[in-house]
């Protein structure tokens, strides 16, 4: 059992505030990840739930219990850095059972242990070796092992992958998500990689500016987006946003009109939005269709072919430039006109303050869960 | 052969080299050659340069004093003092490199404008304080002196050496679970050792070498090896060639410490320069 609360957490550097009460709640067994731009206050959010950052002002409970005053040697929690932080000076062996050899464990427990966590990360072979002898991925794989072999109640992991490269980053990502499974154990991971966050977590937690802007599962952020950020952050490439007014509100929804003219009913609750209002209208990428009737059309400006799919980057005729998803074969190029067709179905409505408005449909996966399938042992 | 601006540039550069470390190196080359001399041929004038060389002087410094108790103490005091501004200079450092307060650099300023104060200044004050505590002339007495005269340096190149070590990496100890002991002897110091050591060495030569603070504060008992050279500029009258051997045999252990630590030195010396 590990929970994680947290309570108004604030943390000022002199007269700067940098997070700004953060209440959250992080479960037993969840991977809890805190994404967000740079300068968000994500990192010093997780060095604060692990000790390394004194708390201004708030409440940081584990399972229940105030730790507020708890020296981070005695919270039973273990911390995987960006830059690895390896003991330059110790062997791997030494290097992962550092932490038993400070808990006073004899030599026998120590080298049993280590090696348990070798055989999970396969690491068997790496044991004498010192870190400077070893690649950037068996590093990441040493310091997660480090944390490993402690057993803690809640693994923090500060960027862990950042300093892969691509084909580790996402080999490294399913190494985390099966050890996740495997180890039934409370994660906190912290990353700028939006894409990271919606294959790993049970939980996102959205920062911007020391305030969470959302926390929610990754469909839940993905389908339902609070605001306009998150509507932006989450999802690759990002969300398009057209200028809209609203003309009417109905039960189907809210009718908007685009600056082409054309008229879009967006199933969602009237909220705070009244007739007359200037609105956005929210879109992704992979929700537009390239078709005959369309709403909205423009001149292709840039077209990126990944083969499997190509983005192209449309002008429109009327408003700003927008990204459509479309299939890998198509054969459109440069400066051709292409008619655009929107699916009111998948569309988001943001009024002016930014908040979304709440959509009549819940997606029915939204609040799909990945909790680790074994009981933690 | 024809000179390029390059060639030119290096040759230029390695005579001004070459002059300098002989203007330095001259004065101990004249001692030792002076030290083998008789006492006529050294106040010679025009000076002698090629003589029939002699041990007298060696057999009557030997005669005349106990160089083993002098050295004894020089050993005693410069390593007592080095080992107990390092004791109090590690965690020191330790908290300015990486528990900075607002005012951390300013205190390190100050600790070093201590050194620019001439020590004669706090002769009379520190004579008192050792004559009333007993201190005179004792070796524990000295090297307290001398601990305190180093300690500014010692935390200086400590915190340089300290600054440069990742911070994560005592971080990392710190969730596994090590106290802030453990933290400094378990990680910082091994990831340090270079630093500590060439600090050590710093020390230890500084000391040797000090001649204001033992002169005055010691005679006998606990006289380093500067007050045993001294003793040779007697009442009687200056004896060049027996002062040159003096000299010679009072610096000949550090010269070869230091000869032997050269390189260690030299990279805790240049350190931040380089880096």
């Known amino acids: ?17 940098v997070i700004k009460g953060v209440d959250l709640s992080i479960e037993d067994r969840e991977f809890c990840v ?21 708390i201004t002002a708030g409440e940081l409970l584990l399972d229940g219990a105030r730790i507020n005053d708890v020296p981070p040697s005695e919270r039973g929690l273990a911390m995987v850095f960006q830059s690895y932080a390896l003991y330059p000076h110790m062997s791997v062996a030494d290097n992962m059972g550092f932490s038993l050899r400070l808990a006073g464990a004899s030599k026998e427990e120590r080298r049993a242990k280590v090696a348990e966590a070798a055989r999970i990360l396969h690491l068997d072979a790496l044991l004498d070796r010192k870190p400077k002898e070893l690649s950037g991925g068996q590093r990441q794989r040493v310091a997660i092992g480090r944390a490993i072999v402690r057993k803690p ?104 009109q685009l600056a082409s003219g054309s008229v879009v009913v967006i199933p969602v609750r009237p909220g705070n939005h009244r007739i007359g209002d200037e609105v956005t209208l929210g879109v992704r990428p992979e929700h537009l269709h390239l078709g005959g009737t369309g709403e909205i059309s423009g001149e292709v400006m840039v077209v990126e072919r990944l083969g499997g799919e190509t983005f192209l980057y449309t002008q429109l ?37 930014g908040l979304a408005a709440e959509r009549i449909h819940r997606h029915p996966l939204a609040h799909l869960r990945r909790l680790p399938t074994r009981k933690a042992g | 052969m024809t000179i390029t601006p390059k060639l030119r540039d290096r040759i230029v550069y390695t005579v001004i080299g ?23 041929e050294a106040i010679a004038t025009p000076p002698k340069l090629f003589f029939t060389p002699t041990l007298e002087n060696y057999s009557t410094v030997r005669e005349r004093a106990d160089y083993v ?3 004894f103490n020089s050993i005693i005091v410069s390593v007592g003092a080095t080992f107990l501004a390092t004791l109090i200079a590690v965690p020191a450092s330790y908290a300015m490199a990486f528990f900075p307060g607002k005012r951390t650099k300013d205190l390190l300023l100050w600790m070093l404008s201590t050194k620019m104060m001439p020590a004669v200044g706090v002769l009379i004050p520190i004579y008192l304080l050792f004559r009333d505590t007993g201190a005179i002339d004792t070796r524990w007495g000295l090297t307290l002196v001398y601990t305190l005269m180093n300690l500014p340096i010692v935390v200086w190149m400590l915190y340089t050496f300290f600054k440069e070590v990742p911070k994560e990496i005592l971080e990392a100890g710190r969730m596994d679970g090590a106290k802030p002991k453990q933290e400094v002897w378990m990680l910082l110091m091994p990831l340090s050792l270079p630093g500590i050591a060439s600090t050590a060495l710093l020390s230890i030569i500084l000391c040797w070498n000090e001649a204001f603070w033992s002169l005055n504060l010691t005679t006998s008992n606990a006289a380093p090896l500067t007050t045993f050279i001294a003793s040779f500029s007697a009442p009687e009258g200056l004896f060049w060639a027996k002062l040159s051997a003096a000299s010679t045999v009072a610096i000949a252990p550090i010269l070869v410490f230091g000869w032997m630590s050269q390189r260690q030195l030299v990279r805790g010396l240049t350190f931040g320069a380089v880096k």
Not at chain 1, 4 to 9: A, E, N
Not at chain 1, 165 to 173: G, I
Not at chain 1, 204 to 221: D, F, K, N, R, S
């Open chain 1, 317 to 353: 005729d009327n408003g700003p430039m927008i990204i459509v998803q479309a299939d890998g074969e198509i054969p459109t190029g440069v400066h051709e006109r292409v008619k655009i067709k929107l699916d009111p179905a998948t569309c988001h409505l943001f009024e002016k303050n």
């Open chain 1, 1 to 17: 059992m590990a929970t994680v609360t947290l309570k108004g957490i604030e943390k000022n550097y002199g007269d700067v505030q």
């Open chain 1, 153 to 256: 109640k809640v693994f923090l992991f500060d960027e862990p992958l950042s300093n892969l490269d691509a084909a580790l980053r996402v080999q490294m990502r399913i190494e985390l998500a099966r050890l996740h499974d495997e180890l039934a154990a409370t994660m906190i991971y912290v990353t700028h990689d939006q894409v990271e966050a919606m294959t790993m977590a049970d939980k996102i937690v959205v920062l911007q500016g020391g305030v969470v802007e959302q926390a929610g599962t990754p469909l839940e952020l993905y389908h339902h987006p609070r605001n306009q950020f998150v509507a932006g952050f989450i999802g690759s490439p990002k969300m398009n946003f057209l200028p809209a007014k609203v003309t009417g509100i109905e039960e189907a929804g809210t009718i908007v």
């Open chain 2, 69 to 71: 108790h002098f050295a």
């Open chain 2, 18 to 40: 070459w002059a300098a470390a002989g203007v330095i190196f001259f004065p101990i080359f004249w001692m030792v050659l002076t030290s083998f001399k008789t006492e006529v």
């Open chain 1, 34 to 54: 805190f994404v967000g731009p740079s300068g968000c206050g994500k990192s010093t959010l997780l060095r604060m739930i692990a000790g390394l950052e004194e």
